[in-house]
């Protein structure tokens, strides 16, 4: 008996005595391999000393079983807590929306109407490790806030735990290609001395015009930053690298290599790495954070004139969804978030729209990803200086100039864009109207026509409005920029809608439709020059250089290479010597891009210097701009080339379908063709490969220099 006993006191003493023994086991002990087989990954007969430790002649050093895992008593608030999302979820999938049983009448409306902002519910934003995350669907957030609190039961249940505060995330490489990890960002940070110098290029040439930093907010960090960025928190070391990214485009060649001591291009290639590493490391894709998010929103302002922009327009799209997720479509004052924060996120969510539907408009594309329930409403008309984190109380517009004009004037632009779909279509209808009807009898309504043009002068009284209101050519630079904007996008607009018939050159130079289009790819070109000469002593000609359009100088130099004469010719060639002088990057004829555009541009000179020498009896002098040309270029082969017949024209657009246009002559759409996309390797092999056919991170699109 006192053997039969012996087992059952043993089995009923609690676990955690240490003077009790446990009870004997069966189970055979398990031999690990020794330590040196287990480094080498070899074969361990597990005799001590083994085989392979006898032969390398070293000791043989037994393995020791890792320790066992605490077991973790079961939870009863965590089991409830699963059981409440259960039902949460349960619910959330048999829920039918009230009035679901309807007239046939009621169900035949469309999803979205006028009223739909009426009864929508603002939505939640809730927060988790730092970030912030928007939630329209008020089961969801139940659900949230379980699930919040189940986590923070687990944590505590499991603080021995490390984990890092900010774990890479795996999907971002997808958009900012991966990471190398034998960078190190701080040897990617500027030296001190050029830390306050690209802080200050940023506030005088790219703030203006942006607004997307709170300056009396960020301008502390300074201090931390000339020391390096080891003591900065992550996501303002990302912010500093995308502002002085920025601050590098809106140099020119001679300025970044006097004030850095390297060329603009390997600056740009520096910065550009430290802001996707930053990114990268901080999981953008998955942290909900403003300051984050306003870093990627500047670099995506500084891919702008530098890399295909139907890719660039992709990644604005993720913008959108993270700035979505973020609740930054719903204003502020709905979600009752402080007044700084809300009008610090009126702004950004204004740069964004800006920037996608000028994206959208280069890419021939409608801004389709916006949010449809959207309300954040435009920013108010405030200095830096004028706000500040600690507000309770609603801001109000400020009377009078403000560093704000700018912004205002854009952001009225972007809103006429959003709320008038088919605007580039408008574009297309109206320059091709007089020859559509001409041959067809078709064409747009006159009636329509007429309403746009009414649209059309209500942006422009809408914007001379907020002049008035808020504008002095005399406060500086920016308002002055402000001034120029507003007239180059009323006479641009009013060019563009004005029948071909309502033109000087009607009936002479303009006769067909390809003549028309070559007028207005001309005219275009020349509303750059203008933009460029306005800006270039303000600091602001960074952001005319980023509009530049290729694609339409090429389509220009493709028809001057049968066009020989004409005041439309020599408007033509005035703006190629133009474009050569702002724009030196093209004669890199390394980028298949510039090559092809190079053999158009001699082709024509050699057709044009035929011309002239008939015309006069002897040679014309000879462009900066073709000799430069001609000395990049790898060999002789263009020279023995065909001329290239139209090979520009972008025929092949199925937009024609849409609008009654034969597809055969859609020379307005010039503006939505990627030339990136077009096969450069049949003119020879003079055109080299190069930048232009490497990838966009993981897209397969645009150039990967000084990405």
């Given at each position: ?571 033509a060639w005035r703006q190629v010597e133009v474009v050569y002088t702002f724009h030196p990057e093209l004669f ?120």
């Amino acid at each position: 008996m006192a053997s039969s006993s012996t087992p059952s006191s043993t089995t009923s003493a609690p676990l955690s005595n240490p003077s009790v023994a446990p009870p004997p086991s069966n189970k055979p002990t398990r031999i690990l391999a020794c330590v040196l087989c287990q480094h080498r990954k070899i074969k361990c007969d597990r005799n001590f000393p083994c085989s392979n430790c006898t032969k390398a002649n070293v000791k043989c050093t037994p393995s020791t079983p890792a320790p066992a895992r605490k077991r973790r008593r079961p939870n009863q608030d965590l089991q409830e807590r699963l059981a409440r999302c259960e039902e949460l979820l349960k619910e959330y999938a048999t829920e039918k929306p009230e009035g679901s049983v309807t007239t046939p009448r009621a169900l035949q409306q469309p999803a979205f109407d006028e009223s739909y902002l009426k009864w929508q519910p603002a939505g939640q934003l809730v927060r988790d490790e730092g970030s912030m995350r928007f939630i329209d669907n008020p089961m969801l957030s139940s659900v949230y806030d379980e699930l919040r609190a189940m986590r923070q039961i687990v944590d505590s249940d499991d603080h021995d735990d490390s984990t890092s505060d900010t774990a890479p995330d795996e999907n971002s490489d997808l958009l900012l290609g991966d990471g190398s990890p034998n960078i190190k960002i701080e040897t990617l940070w500027p030296d001190a001395a050029h830390v306050i110098r690209l802080w200050q290029i940023y506030l005088d040439r790219v703030n203006p015009l942006t607004k997307i930093i709170h300056v009396p907010t960020l301008q502390p960090y300074l201090a931390e930053a000339v020391g390096g960025s080891q003591s900065l928190p992550k996501n303002v070391e990302a912010l500093l690298f995308s502002i002085f990214l920025m601050a590098v485009v809106a140099l020119d060649a001679d300025e970044c290599q006097n004030l850095l001591g390297y060329s603009r291009e390997e600056a740009l290639q520096r910065f550009s790495s430290g802001v996707r590493l930053a990114l990268l490391r901080l999981g953008f894709l998955k942290t909900h954070d403003l300051t984050i998010l306003q870093a990627l929103v500047i670099y995506l302002i500084s891919l702008q004139g530098r890399y295909n922009r139907h890719a660039a327009w992709i990644l604005n799209g993720v913008v959108i969804r993270i700035a979505q997720k973020m609740g930054m479509h719903r204003d502020g004052e709905t979600l009752g978030l402080p007044p700084f924060e809300s009008e610090m996120r009126r702004r950004l969510w204004w740069q964004i729209i800006m920037v996608d539907s000028k994206y959208a408009i280069f890419s021939g594309l409608s801004h389709s990803l916006l949010p449809r329930n959207w309300d954040t409403k435009p920013p108010k008309n405030l200095n830096d200086a004028d706000i500040f984190p600690s507000a309770t109380e609603p801001f109000q517009d400020r009377e009078g100039p403000t560093e704000m004009i700018f912004c205002l004037l854009i952001y009225a632009f972007a809103k006429f864009l959003v709320e008038t779909p088919g605007f580039d279509t408008m574009f297309l209808l109206t320059s091709q109207s007089d020859f559509v009807s001409e041959r067809d009898g078709g064409g747009p309504p006159e009636q329509e026509m007429i309403e746009y043009r009414r649209t059309v002068e209500t942006l422009g009284n809408n914007l001379l409005s907020i002049l008035d209101k808020y504008c002095d050519p005399l406060a500086g630079p920016v308002h002055q920029m402000a001034v120029n904007m507003r007239t180059h996008i009323i006479d641009k607009i009013m060019e563009l809608i004005t029948p071909a018939k309502h033109q000087p050159e009607w009936g002479g130079e303009v006769r067909t439709l390809k003549d028309n289009t070559f007028k207005i790819a001309i005219g275009t070109l020349e509303h750059n020059e203008a933009n460029y000469i306005s800006t270039k002593d303000k600091g602001f000609m960074w952001f005319s250089l980023a509009h530049f359009q290729i694609d339409i100088f090429m389509y220009m130099a493709g028809q001057l290479c049968h066009r020989t004469e004409g005041v439309l010719v020599e408007r033509a060639w005035r703006q190629v010597e133009v474009v050569y002088t702002f724009h030196p990057e093209l004669f890199d004829t390394n980028n298949k891009l510039h090559a092809a555009l190079a053999v158009f541009i001699l082709k024509a000179w050699r057709k044009r210097e035929e011309t002239l020498t008939q015309r006069t009896g002897h040679r014309p002098e000879t462009p900066f701009y073709v000799d430069r040309l001609r000395t990049s270029m790898p060999n002789d082969d263009y020279k023995s080339e065909p001329t290239p017949p139209d090979p520009y024209t972008p025929a092949a657009l199925a937009v024609g379908a849409h609008t009654g246009i034969p597809d055969n002559n859609l020379d307005s759409f010039l503006g939505y063709l990627d030339a990136s996309a077009l096969d450069w390797d049949m003119f020879g092999n003079q055109v080299n490969g190069g930048a232009g056919g490497s990838s966009f991170g993981a897209f397969g699109m645009g150039p990967q220099v000084e990405w």
